[in-house]
């Protein structure tokens, strides 16, 4: 089966500066990647997904980039802000007519002022 | 507002009690799902549903049950909880159309003594 591994595990970073999160996954028939955002005491929401049709999408301040030859995926965010603090999550999902995500071990993210 | 609700949100119980945790969703999503979050493993995968009567174990499913009678519901059963079932416990919700957005409950917090 997919198997998602995740880094860093947790990422320090000052107010304004770029955070890039990492996932490699195993399954090459994996084509729908998504990363959630877990607040502290909230639970994960949706920020951006990427399907294997595409190598880049943007939005605002986060970016998903894909290399399927290399089976990995990123998160960056430019001009960190201490509300981006959170863990984040990726996940990896083969088009099978449902949705059987598996996802990475989390990035803890803190954002200091 | 579409949402996925489960309830409780925190439960202490005995080892050995059976209990249940409800899931309701009111979009009308074919596919639910239960996740397990500890500390440094990510969300691990207890079982799915991709629709009524239609269930399938996940990547931990040991020690748990689940049913799904009505489509909007999908409860998680203890039949006789043990402690290293202490977690977090969240409920998922998505459609069939291929690749969308999973939609998370708020999570329970469920400690076995």
């Known amino acids: 089966g997919e198997n998602v591994e995740q880094h860093p595990s947790t990422l320090s970073v000052q107010e304004g500066d770029s955070a890039v999160i990492k996932c490699t996954y195993s399954?090459?028939?994996?084509?729908?990647f998504p990363w959630y955002k877990q607040e502290l005491g909230k639970r994960p929401q949706l920020i951006i997904d990427?399907?294997?049709?595409?190598g880049e999408k943007k939005d605002q301040r986060i970016a998903v980039t894909l290399n399927k030859t290399a089976k990995h995926f990123s998160l960056h965010i430019t001009e960190t802000q201490p509300e981006d603090s959170a863990v984040y999550f990726c996940?990896?999902?083969?088009?099978?007519?449902?949705?059987?995500?598996?996802f990475g071990t989390g990035t803890r993210l803190l954002v200091s002022p | 507002e579409a949402q996925v609700t489960q309830n409780p949100r925190y439960l202490i119980t005995v080892t050995g009690k059976k209990l249940t945790v409800t899931c309701s969703q009111n979009?009308?999503?074919?596919?639910m799902s239960w996740y397990r979050q500890d500390p440094g493993l990510g969300l691990r995968q207890i079982y799915y549903?991709?629709?009524?009567?239609?269930?399938d174990k996940g990547d931990v499913p040991e020690g748990y049950k689940v049913s799904r009678k009505e489509k909007r519901n999908f409860p998680l059963i203890l039949e006789s909880p043990s402690p290293n079932q202490t977690s977090l416990y969240f409920c998922?919700?998505?459609?069939?159309?291929?690749?969308?957005?999973?939609?998370f409950g708020q999570g329970t917090r469920l400690t076995v003594v």
């Open positions: 549903s991709m629709n009524v009567e239609v269930t």
């Open positions: 990427i399907r294997s049709n595409v």
């Open positions: 998922a919700s998505s459609s069939f159309d291929r690749n969308t957005e999973a939609f």
């Open positions: 979009m009308n999503h074919e596919y």
């Open positions: 996940a990896a999902s083969r088009n099978t007519g449902f949705q059987k995500l598996v």
């Open positions: 399954d090459s028939a994996s084509n729908y």
